[in-house]
């Protein structure tokens, strides 16, 4: 394109420079905005990203993130960034029961969705009655068609109404629910549940391929990733923190910062989270059923131990308070205090990182309490985690981690040209993407607002990336 017509193509402002809103830049790019990305840190990424430990001098997730393969928007994203080699894919899922039995997991030569079926065969801690009783639940979720109804409805409820005994329901259920919807097992939809086991397990072979960074995400995401949109022309504003909109009949005009400057554009993007969103828009757009909402905690557990206990890279607890234990990311064990000028009094720490969502329940303002209770959650799993000394550790909630897929949430996501009569287009985990909020989440709804923003104006082909196909038997199985 020549510059002079670059610069007579429609400008846009992004507002939030988080997954969805970097997404929201690519694509439009793409389209031939000229855009300009408005974020209040001081690096992208948003909820994907990390702090400094200050007594080890390293970068660390505020919480591990891992994506699967069947998140192709994702894998799109890292290509798209030049950062996919910086993440690793695990095919073992390793399972701990909650005496410790250790159950490695990969995909069988059959196919799917009986690819998984081993896994089912071995839960642990539950009779061979039970394994039938969870085939014929996942049978029946199969059978489900994805209506709007789902939505409306409690999973455990209809779990309870198949005849899943309670027993079935914490120990299997809920340790493959809770941790990939983000909140605990009596909030969670029919619908949500549906579309995690199908998409993740039940549809395609390679689908639960876990995607796991292997240095901090504010490295990668923030530092690089920001690179990545700044040599393709895109605008980016740190510290910039959006306070409201100026509007001329109903129409979106500019955005102006809190310390009063003024953003002027053709279009905006908002790619703010849910609970953000109103008081930025209110004046003139009705946001009252994002309003309704919930949030959902969760929590990263950071850990530093005298001894090493964990010798896979990841561990998933059956029935237990700590659900994913997490080794440390690969690169940030060439990074020592020595290297940083401090004093090395690290070596021989050994880090864990444990996830614990929908935290509700966890006391809260009380690290060590906490502390203690994972430290004796982990003894009771791993007999050499009990024979090792929890040197320190640091608890990170967030109580607006996720939004909750509870019944109604659905309702209250909006479409990403919801306020397009108003010259705005909305972006972020919690828009009308039909998934949970997740990085894949994200990501598609940058790329939907792309769409819908283009297709009213330049105009181009569809972004999105559809999903992984499914399998031929998952084809004829699957409703
Ligand atoms: C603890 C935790 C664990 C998680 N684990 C996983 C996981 O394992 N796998 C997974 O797929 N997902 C996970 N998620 C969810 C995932 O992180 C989010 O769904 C996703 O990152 C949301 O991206 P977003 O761009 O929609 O929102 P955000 O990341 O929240 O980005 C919004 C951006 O907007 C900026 N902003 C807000 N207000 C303003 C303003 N007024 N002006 C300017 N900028 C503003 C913010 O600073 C932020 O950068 C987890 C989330 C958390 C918190």
């Given at each position: 394109?020549?510059?002079?017509?670059?610069?007579?193509n429609?400008?846009?402002?992004?507002v939030?420079g988080?997954?969805?809103?970097?997404?929201?830049?690519i694509?439009?790019?793409?389209?031939?905005?000229?855009?300009?990305?408005?974020?209040?840190?001081?690096?992208?990424?948003?909820?994907?990203?990390s702090?400094?430990?200050?007594?080890?001098?390293?970068?660390?997730d505020?919480?591990q993130?891992?994506?699967?393969?069947c998140?192709t928007n994702?894998?799109w994203?890292?290509q798209?960034?030049n950062?996919?080699?910086r993440?690793?894919?695990?095919?073992v899922?390793h399972?701990?029961?909650?005496?410790?039995?250790?159950?490695?997991v990969?995909?069988?030569?059959?196919?799917?969705?009986?690819?998984?079926?081993?896994?089912?065969?071995?839960?642990?801690?539950?009779?061979?009655?039970?394994?039938?009783?969870?085939?014929?639940?996942?049978?029946?979720?199969?059978?489900?068609?994805?209506t709007?109804?789902?939505?409306e409805?409690?999973?455990?409820?209809?779990?309870?109404?198949i005849?899943?005994r309670?027993?079935?329901?914490?120990?299997?259920?809920?340790?493959i629910?809770?941790?990939?919807?983000?909140?605990?097992?009596?909030?969670?939809?029919?619908?949500?549940?549906?579309?995690v086991?199908?998409?993740?397990?039940?549809?395609?072979?390679?689908?639960?391929n876990?995607l796991?960074?292997e240095q901090?995400?504010?490295?990668?995401?923030?530092?690089l990733?920001?690179?990545s949109?700044?040599?393709?022309g895109?605008?980016?504003?740190?510290?910039?923190?959006?306070?409201?909109?100026?509007?001329?009949?109903?129409?979106?005009?500019s955005?102006?910062?809190?310390?009063?400057?003024?953003f002027?554009?053709?279009?905006?993007v908002?790619?703010v989270?849910w609970?953000?969103?109103?008081r930025l828009?209110e004046?003139?757009?009705?946001?009252?059923?994002?309003?309704?909402l919930?949030?959902?905690?969760?929590?990263g557990?950071?850990?530093?131990?005298?001894r090493?206990?964990?010798e896979?890279?990841h561990?998933?607890?059956v029935?237990?308070l700590?659900?994913?234990v997490?080794?440390e990311?690969i690169?940030?064990?060439?990074?020592?205090r020595?290297?940083l000028?401090?004093?090395?009094?690290?070596?021989n720490?050994?880090?864990?990182?444990?996830?614990i969502?929908?935290?509700?329940?966890?006391?809260?303002?009380?690290?060590?309490?906490?502390?203690?209770?994972?430290?004796?959650?982990?003894?009771?799993?791993?007999p050499?985690?009990?024979?090792?000394?929890?040197?320190?550790?640091?608890?990170?909630?967030?109580?607006?981690?996720?939004?909750?897929?509870s019944?109604?949430?659905?309702k209250?996501?909006?479409a990403?040209?919801?306020?397009?009569?108003?010259?705005?287009?909305?972006?972020?985990?919690?828009?009308?993407?039909?998934w949970?909020a997740t990085m894949?989440g994200?990501?598609?709804?940058g790329?939907?607002?792309?769409?819908?923003?283009?297709?009213?104006t330049?105009?181009?082909?569809?972004?999105?990336?559809?999903?992984?196909?499914?399998?031929?038997?998952s084809?004829?199985?699957?409703?």
């Amino acid at each position: 394109m020549r510059p002079d017509a670059f610069h007579s193509n429609p400008s846009v402002i992004i507002v939030g420079g988080g997954l969805a809103g970097m997404s929201a830049a690519i694509g439009l790019h793409q389209k031939g905005f000229r855009v300009r990305l408005l974020e209040s840190r001081r690096r992208l990424g948003g909820r994907v990203g990390s702090f400094e430990d200050s007594s080890s001098g390293k970068n660390l997730d505020y919480c591990q993130h891992v994506g699967m393969a069947c998140c192709t928007n994702l894998d799109w994203f890292l290509q798209e960034l030049n950062i996919a080699t910086r993440w690793r894919r695990e095919r073992v899922l390793h399972f701990f029961s909650s005496t410790g039995k250790h159950l490695p997991v990969n995909a069988s030569i059959l196919p799917a969705p009986l690819h998984l079926s081993g896994l089912l065969r071995r839960w642990p801690g539950i009779t061979h009655a039970d394994r039938i009783q969870i085939a014929w639940g996942l049978w029946k979720l199969m059978r489900l068609k994805a209506t709007p109804s789902l939505d409306e409805q409690l999973a455990i409820e209809w779990l309870r109404g198949i005849g899943q005994r309670e027993e079935v329901i914490t120990r299997f259920w809920s340790t493959i629910l809770v941790s990939a919807l983000g909140d605990q097992i009596d909030r969670v939809t029919l619908g949500a549940t549906r579309k995690v086991l199908i998409d993740g397990f039940a549809a395609n072979r390679e689908a639960y391929n876990l995607l796991v960074p292997e240095q901090p995400l504010s490295e990668i995401i923030g530092e690089l990733g920001g690179q990545s949109l700044e040599s393709r022309g895109i605008q980016i504003d740190y510290g910039v923190t959006i306070d409201h909109c100026t509007w001329t009949d109903g129409c979106c005009q500019s955005v102006v910062s809190r310390e009063g400057k003024q953003f002027t554009a053709d279009h905006f993007v908002f790619a703010v989270p849910w609970h953000r969103i109103s008081r930025l828009i209110e004046e003139h757009c009705d946001v009252d059923s994002v309003s309704k909402l919930q949030s959902a905690p969760i929590t990263g557990v950071h850990t530093w131990w005298d001894r090493s206990w964990l010798e896979p890279p990841h561990a998933i607890l059956v029935d237990r308070l700590c659900q994913w234990v997490f080794k440390e990311p690969i690169d940030n064990k060439t990074l020592h205090r020595s290297q940083l000028n401090l004093d090395p009094v690290d070596h021989n720490e050994h880090y864990y990182q444990i996830v614990i969502s929908g935290s509700r329940n966890l006391p809260k303002g009380d690290s060590n309490q906490v502390l203690e209770m994972v430290a004796a959650d982990l003894a009771a799993v791993f007999p050499s985690a009990a024979k090792a000394k929890l040197l320190r550790g640091r608890v990170v909630t967030d109580p607006n981690s996720v939004f909750s897929v509870s019944p109604g949430h659905q309702k209250s996501r909006l479409a990403a040209d919801h306020f397009a009569s108003n010259n705005l287009w909305l972006a972020g985990d919690w828009t009308d993407t039909q998934w949970p909020a997740t990085m894949e989440g994200a990501i598609r709804s940058g790329l939907i607002a792309a769409n819908r923003l283009g297709e009213s104006t330049i105009s181009a082909p569809s972004l999105v990336v559809s999903g992984l196909p499914k399998g031929w038997l998952s084809r004829w199985l699957i409703a």
